[in-house]
């Protein structure tokens, strides 16, 4: 056995010893000890046993996440809003004319009634002119730039601190246990794609979301994508399983939402043949975070209350199952 | 030091000695030696030295592959047409009408001229009847069992086995280099995916093609994703950039193509800031494949012969550039 050949002896040795540690340690310690944290870890166990009956083999261990109210808060307005009326402040100066015209009138007046009066053909508007008619690159430094700086009106933090501390603890349990994790969001996927790499360890690649059309063209030489203002795909309710299926192609073994946008996606999941894992991120602490469920405008569940339970799903309360919300 | 620390600090000095092997080994076997060769080796040695002027993150080594004519054969007509000519004549025994009607009569009678005169109309129509109207698993297993069994009609091979050998090697070579690869193909994705794992490595995930729309539907309290037939996007020309940005999210820093088809793919990969790649495989072995170029139906390859090169592409001979076409 040459020297290298031994080295490699021993290196392949070690990965064997190494390996069980990811599965051994307590990879959600900001889990209380209870249903819900046992039913993740019995299930990752099982379909990473080899020669189990549940084993799924690497490839096909594909996790999908909902980002507003499932990774990060989506109180008191998705993110993506606040970033959308900041936006239409930032333009007003080279737009007198919104001063006079609906839906700029009210968002400049703060008006939020006003604004949601103007209803969807107000909010396509507003999505037009903050989020079309710039290039790729440029709309990129334009969601960076704002997602650095921009602060969360209740808690004053950036709204990448509020992202949720035992989800980036299942994140890296899954990824550590072969699984390959996508973001599945009813979000705008380039408004996502500049940050998710650093605060959550998602690649863009593996993130799938909402889409306005754009179009290739060369600018002075100068090869551009331009974004347009049409919608192309709506990533939520029933739009979420065809996301997966356009984007991932492959059937997720585990889903994980908040609101009934995501109750397609949980359903398309766990009906799959073999084991799956179903479950519900539920908002019922108004203390640490915000509470809310039926009634809410942004991140309703009702459907998913009431019939999740039926399909298996783990509904998780913030209050009682999360030691932690946010990271320190 | 404990035992298990011991174990893993030797397990990292191996994994540091063993790891420039991918480098210093022939990858390329099948490759000649000469420019296009040499050209592959050296872009990836200087986007993977650590400290170099040309280093490019892991993360951002995303290689994006055409399909048909770059990794396959597409001659005499791309191979997804035949799977689709095959259907059309395994399921005429449920339409008698399609005796009469075109575009089918033609396909019947073995009419290529018939079937090229009824135009995109008929093309379309073809694609309806073949490619939508069911569910994704039944589509997924119809591509599957035709692929298995299909044989082209000059070598009597299986498609699959009409893989380019050298292409194949230069997948393992980026990989082996942690770059992420992804077919970017004007095909069917839905066509693709159910093979492109077994055959070239790359799993559905990191496949992009066309598409046709489809909806999810609970049928009998079951869930399912059907097939429409109604085109959804294209991914060939000006589109493989947007189904880039669409689907990957990342500029790729190195494209592999061999039709006009990929032009804009090469040219929005190769005109990016830092190091970049450009390949174009030109089919001129008419001898052990097929030779053609500016005059083509399928794979026409005319102004990237005349302005690849001005773009610093690497126009490879398939006669002199490659040992071999097909694995052996």
Do not use: C
């Amino acid at each position: 056995m040459s020297g290298l050949h031994r080295l490699a002896a021993i290196a392949a040795a070690a990965m064997l010893v190494l390996a069980p540690l990811s599965v051994r340690a307590d990879d959600l310690p900001s889990w209380n000890d209870g249903a819900a944290k046992q039913g993740i870890v019995d299930f990752v166990s099982a379909v990473t046993t080899a020669g189990g009956t549940d084993y799924v083999a690497p490839d096909e261990r594909v996790a999908v996440f909902d980002n507003d109210g499932t990774l990060w808060s989506e109180q008191p307005m998705y993110v993506q809003l606040a970033f959308a009326l900041d936006r239409v402040k930032a333009l007003a100066p080279e737009h007198p004319e919104w001063k006079d015209t609906e839906p700029f009138k009210s968002v400049l007046a703060g008006d939020a009634a006003g604004v949601a009066a103007t209803g969807e053909k107000g909010l396509v508007e507003i999505l037009a002119v903050t989020h079309a008619g710039m290039t790729s690159d440029e709309f990129t430094k334009i969601a960076t730039d704002w997602i650095s700086t921009a602060k969360h009106p209740k808690t004053g933090k950036l709204y990448t601190e509020m992202v949720y501390q035992p989800m980036l603890e299942l994140i890296s349990y899954l990824k550590a246990n072969d699984f390959k994790v996508f973001i599945v969001s009813g979000g705008g996927i380039e408004f996502m794609r500049p940050w998710t790499e650093r605060v959550y360890g998602i690649g863009p690649e593996n993130v799938v979301g909402s889409s306005i059309k754009s179009k290739y063209e060369v600018q002075d030489g100068k090869p551009a994508i331009v974004r347009l203002p049409d919608v192309d795909f709506v990533d939520d309710g029933a739009g979420k399983p065809i996301g997966i299926y356009t984007h991932i192609g492959r059937r997720p073994i585990a889903a994980f939402g908040n609101s009934d946008g995501d109750f397609q996606m949980l359903e398309w999941t766990t009906s799959r043949t073999g084991r799956s894992f179903g479950l519900i991120v539920h908002h019922d602490d108004g203390d640490r975070e915000y509470a809310y469920d039926r009634q809410s405008h942004f991140g309703r569940l009702d459907k998913g209350l009431d019939e999740g339970p039926k399909h298996g799903w783990t509904i998780v309360s913030m209050k009682n199952d999360w030691k932690q919300i946010y990271p320190e």
